[in-house]
């Protein structure tokens, strides 16, 4: 099946930073999705973005799917920023999702 | 609040046991997705439902079920329970097969 493959593992950042993060994808996908999953465990929605650039207040998404992969800007980054952030791919082909092992971003005050 | 409703927030019980978890996909989705996360596995794909229907499966036990109603609500059977079982289970629904998912709030399970 499809690997996806996050990073870095880690992050972490001093409040205002700006970050960026990876994920990385074996095979060619058209459901690419990024999530964040805060302190108590809720996975919220950030973007659904098979391809192109994406925008939502303090965050961006890039996916370039001919070169399988897809990047999460944070800028000024805020300490409710924290917590663990996924990306995920759907293989249309088998159906089945797949979520890389994500990156924990900590933001320091 | 993304409108997926999951029913119980939390699930506590001993191994051999068996459980039923609930999952009410938001209005207008026909899809629905069921997850595990665990510490050691991370989230894991169990099963997929489009319309009733079985649409895809991933890392599903044979001690695990699932099903979709008429209704398109959808519950994970679970039994025979092991503490590997312990997990954060995840229902998610989108509009159609391939598309967006949103995720209910997830039922916390911990079998003693």
């Known amino acids: 099946g499809i690997q996806v493959e996050q990073s870095p593992p880690d992050l972490i950042l001093q409040e205002g930073a700006n970050s960026t993060l990876r994920c990385n994808f074996s095979d060619s996908v058209n459901n690419l999705q990024w999530f964040h999953q805060n302190p108590w465990g809720q996975l919220i929605n950030l973007f659904y973005?098979?391809?192109g650039t994406k925008q939502n207040g303090r965050l961006s998404a890039t996916t370039v799917a001919t070169e399988r992969y897809s990047l999460l800007y944070i800028s000024s980054s805020q300490t409710t920023d924290s917590g663990v952030y996924f990306c995920?791919?759907?293989?249309?082909?088998?159906?089945?999702?797949?979520f890389g092992d994500g990156t924990t971003l900590t933001v320091k005050p | 609040d993304s409108g997926v409703t999951q029913t119980p927030k939390h699930l506590i019980t001993a191994t051999g046991q068996r459980v039923t978890l609930r999952c009410s996909p938001r209005s207008g989705d026909l899809s629905v997705y069921w997850y595990q996360q665990s510490l050691d596995q991370g989230l894991q794909f169990l099963i997929q439902?489009?319309?009733?229907?079985?649409?895809a499966k991933g890392n599903i036990l044979e001690r695990f079920s699932a099903q979709q109603f008429p209704d398109l609500h959808s519950e994970l059977n679970l039994s025979s329970l092991e503490l590997g079982d312990s997990a954060l289970y995840f229902c998610?629904?989108?509009?159609?097969?391939?598309?967006?998912?949103?995720f209910g709030p997830g039922t916390r399970l911990t079998v003693t």
């Open positions: 998610a629904s989108s509009v159609d097969w391939n598309y967006e998912q949103y």
């Open positions: 973005i098979p391809s």
């Open positions: 995920a791919s759907l293989n249309t082909n088998a159906g089945k999702s797949t």
């Open positions: 439902y489009y319309n009733g229907e079985e649409r």
